[in-house]
């Protein structure tokens, strides 16, 4: 069995996503991809978070981050490739 590529992403997302449980429902949908990382509202009224693992995962969180939970409102996401670090142990939701 070969083993998958890891990515790490960094991204930025806009819009009306504090106070709708984005953080909690992005550390969930992590959580369930296998993703390691962390999540965290920022004082502009967006959130940043950091993903890194296998490829495919990467890319399905980031497509779920376009549209969020219920409530939320995503006007825009933003992400860079960064090089995969594997420093996380677990998705966190940092404050």
Request: aromatic share 12%.
């Amino acid at each position: 069995m070969t083993e998958q590529p890891t990515k790490r992403v960094h991204a930025f997302v806009s819009g009306q996503v504090q106070g709708v449980f984005f953080r909690a429902n992005t550390r969930a949908e992590a959580k369930l991809l296998g993703l390691k990382g962390w999540v965290k509202n920022l004082p502009c009224g967006g959130v940043e978070l950091v993903a890194e693992g296998p490829s495919w995962a990467v890319n399905e969180l980031i497509s779920w981050c376009h549209k969020g939970p219920a409530y939320s409102r995503v006007d825009k996401v933003e992400f860079y490739a960064e090089t995969p670090r594997g420093k996380y142990d677990e998705f966190s939701i940092r404050f």
